[in-house]
């Protein structure tokens, strides 16, 4: 991308604000993964998780979320989907059930599952951290192991990510 995408303004708020505000009504705290100068430019103190074990990407952040909260469900939003709507975190919350482990969202065109878009009970955190511990660095492969419900978003379109330039360009 060239640059931090959840410092990207796709509306008054950085990503990393517009992503907060959508979890804030059905999360008791919201928490961030970010680096050291993420934390300090944002001035979040500890609601800021730095990763732990730096390099397997997406994985090193669920995987230090998971150490630093145990035992507490965990909705995981990535920074690059600007269109996310409110409607979609409830969709992951109101899915929840007894037999299930974790929540993802499936689009209707496809089989692939989006961790970045997923909500883990701690069931499947706990089968990540053995499963990480173990040298598996792909969350979607990880979800794959446990007692999964996928979910198929309202408007697919809302869910499609940003991670080139050409698809960052901000919406009026």
């Known amino acids: 991308m060239g640059r931090?995408?959840?410092?990207?303004?796709?509306s008054p708020l950085p990503q990393w604000r517009a992503v907060?505000?959508?979890?804030?009504?059905?999360?008791?705290?919201?928490w961030w993964s970010c680096t050291e100068a993420q934390c300090t430019a944002?001035?979040?103190?500890?609601?800021?998780?730095?990763?732990?074990?730096?390099?397997?990407?997406?994985?090193?952040?669920?995987?230090?979320?998971?150490?630093?909260?145990?035992?507490?469900?965990?909705?995981?939003?990535?920074?690059?989907?600007?269109?996310?709507?409110?409607?979609?975190?409830?969709?992951?919350?109101?899915?929840?059930?007894?037999?299930?482990?974790?929540?993802?969202?499936?689009?209707?065109?496809?089989?692939?599952?989006?961790?970045?878009?997923?909500?883990w009970e701690p069931a499947a955190q706990a089968a990540f951290l053995q499963r990480f511990a173990a040298g598996e660095h792909s969350p979607r492969r990880m979800l794959q192991t446990v007692r999964l419900r996928t979910i198929t978003p309202h408007d697919p379109a809302r869910l499609l990510d940003r991670n080139t330039p050409m698809q960052d360009t901000p919406r009026a």
């Open 42 to 119: 944002w001035t979040i103190g500890d609601a800021g998780i730095v990763d732990q074990a730096p390099g397997p990407g997406p994985a090193a952040g669920l995987h230090a979320a998971f150490a630093r909260v145990p035992r507490v469900a965990w909705i995981v939003l990535g920074c690059d989907y600007p269109d996310l709507h409110a409607l979609d975190v409830q969709a992951l919350v109101a899915a929840r059930a007894p037999d299930a482990d974790a929540i993802a969202f499936t689009p209707a065109t496809s089989d692939r599952l989006d961790p970045m878009l997923s909500l």
């Open 20 to 30: 907060a505000d959508l979890l804030a009504p059905v999360c008791v705290r919201v």
């Open 4 to 10: 931090d995408k959840a410092d990207i303004a796709y």
